[in-house]
Structures are given as C-alpha cells and as structure tokens.
C-alpha cells in the first residue's frame, strides 16, 4: 500500500511527522510503501537525524508551505507545489492509495472537492470521528464538522456512508443506525429531524433503530451516529475537552484514556474519489502514526471504492 503522509502539515511540523512515519514503517514493514510530501532537503536532514534508513522512504518534493491560518480557497490556488495540493494530485492520478495531513483542514477539504472530486451520487462529502464506548465496542459519529447546515436528504446519506464504513473498516456486521436526537420518539426533534427519522425508517440500506439523546452517545447503542456537522463537531469537542478536564485533575482512567485522540489521531474525508484522511494540526508523533495507521486499513479495505459500489448501486 503507497500511504502518502504530509510531512510540512501540523504545528510541529516536520520533525513529528518523520518520527511517525518511521513508528508506522517498523510496525508494518514491507505491507506499506510510505511517500513523504514537503521539502526534500528538510525531509532528507531529519531522516539522517533520527538514524533512519531514507532508502526506505520515496520523496516528492514540495517547496510551498500552506499556514494553519491561510484561506483554502484563495491559497490553493497560489501554492499549487504545496505538500496538500501535491499529495492531492497523486491521489487523482492514482499514485497513492491514501493521503494523509494534519495541516490546513480546510484546505484539505476545499482540495479534495477540487482535485479529486465527489463520488457520483453524493450529495455532500462529511468527515467522521470514532467515538470510544463504555463497553469497548466503538460507534462512526458524522458528521463532525464538514456541513454545519444538512437537508433530510444529506443526512440519510450520512447513515449510509457511516454504515459502509462501519462494516467495512471497524468489522461491524449489519451496523445499527441512531439519529442524534433531543428524545427518543418520533416526533421528537425540529422540523429536520422528523422528517429524517422518517425517511431512515424507511430505508433498506441500512438498519436504523431510532433516535439516540446525548445521554447514550457512548453507552453503543447504535455503532453510526448521524448529525450534522454543527451538532457533530460539539459533541466531538466536547469529549476532548472532557478528557482534558479530566488530565487536569490528575484523574486517569482505562476507559477515558480512549477519548485521547491519539488514539486515532486522523479521520476520512467520506464521499471523495479517494482515500483522504486529516487530523489534529496540534497532533504528536504517536497521533500521525494512529492516522497513518488508520489511513493503511481504509485502504486495505478499499473504502473509497466500496463507497463508489454501495452508492452506485
């Protein structure tokens, strides 16, 4: 597998990077082929600093940095030899099996759209998150982020995808579908919501069983948590920061160390023609190596074109 790793992205850029991308190598060996996107001499002189065999790695040159803080639309366009526009692009041309950044979001999801385009029949692409539950099994939230606003129809779209992805990436058979909700009945919720729930109970692509409250996000009593991505990304924050909380007071926990997402460390960009994976800008080695890692299996399991089958079909 030809994982492509953004080694310019991240606000510890490239050193984080490498020391990832070296963890990842000596865990799988010869199974992935590793492609470092940013610049060479930079690329080159870590590599020699952390005694690492640079023969193991391919390098493409990238002499234009995007910053965390610059407008996607605007610096695609002028920086068309940075590390995300580039990674992007052998993605399209089919040179890598993945691509994974944790630099600019935006400009990874502006690019996506751009160069690799939505897989036809989706109406949105989302971005998805694993959220840890207390009996050790593990639901899909989405959306996180990517769509604040969802019509009725976007978000049917949104079980579908996280069902494909639960079965095919996390092993879930036949995975249960709950609609993020304010109650459990029906006519719970405002006008979108209703109306959702009624179009998911109708659908037999999936397996829906209703609406799931706050309360039991985490207790897996369904394995895809649909929302959009106002109400998403709230929730995911909100566990960070829960976790954070608990860090602070000294307070360690089995259970809540599940909710570092170093754990993860990156999440797909679901509904692009690609295996597109981004993560926290503020990530540590061990959360790259997690994305890297998680990025090798979507591509393992051909997410993308699962995807592009289930939808087509």
Do not use: W
């Not at 990077?17 to 492609?35: F, M, R, S, Y």
């Not at 790695?57 to 995007?66: D, F, G, M, Q, R």
Request: glycine share 10%; aromatic share 6%.
């Amino acid at each position: 597998m030809r994982i492509g790793l953004d080694v310019s992205g991240g606000d510890f850029a490239p050193k984080v990077n490498l020391q990832a991308a070296l963890q990842v190598k000596e865990t799988l060996g010869d199974k992935i082929q590793l492609v470092l996107f940013g610049d060479k001499d930079e690329i080159y002189q870590e590599l020699v600093a952390l005694r690492a065999d640079v023969n193991q790695y391919i390098t493409v040159h990238c002499p234009e940095k995007i910053g965390m803080d610059e407008h996607p639309m605007q610096v695609l366009k002028q920086k068309p030899k940075s590390s995300i526009s580039l990674g992007l692009t052998h993605i399209k041309e089919d040179k890598l099996d993945a691509f994974s950044s944790t630099g600019n979001t935006g400009a990874m999801m502006v690019g996506a759209l751009q160069k690799l385009n939505t897989i036809p029949g989706i109406i949105r692409p989302c971005i998805s998150a694993v959220i840890p539950c207390i009996n050790g099994k593990k639901s899909v939230l989405l959306d996180v982020g990517a769509n604040a606003d969802c019509r009725v129809d976007v978000l049917c779209q949104f079980a579908e995808l996280g069902s494909i992805y639960a079965s095919s990436v996390l092993g879930i058979e036949n995975p249960r579908v709950g609609l993020v909700n304010i109650g459990k009945e029906e006519s719970k919720g405002n006008l979108t919501t209703q109306a959702t729930f009624k179009v998911l109970s109708e659908l037999e692509t999936i397996n829906f069983v209703g609406n799931i409250e706050g309360r039991d996000l985490f207790t897996n009593e369904a394995d895809v948590l649909v929302c959009d991505g106002f109400t998403g990304n709230i929730i995911l924050k909100q566990s960070e920061g829960f976790y954070s909380l608990l860090r602070q007071r000294g307070i360690k926990d089995d259970y809540f160390e599940l909710f570092n997402y170093e754990n993860y460390g990156g999440t797909p960009i679901l509904g692009v023609r690609g295996n597109v994976f981004i993560g926290h800008g503020s990530s540590n080695a061990n959360a790259v190596a997690s994305m890297l890692t998680h990025a090798f299996e979507a591509a393992l399991h051909g997410l993308s074109a699962r995807i592009t089958k289930a939808i087509k079909e």
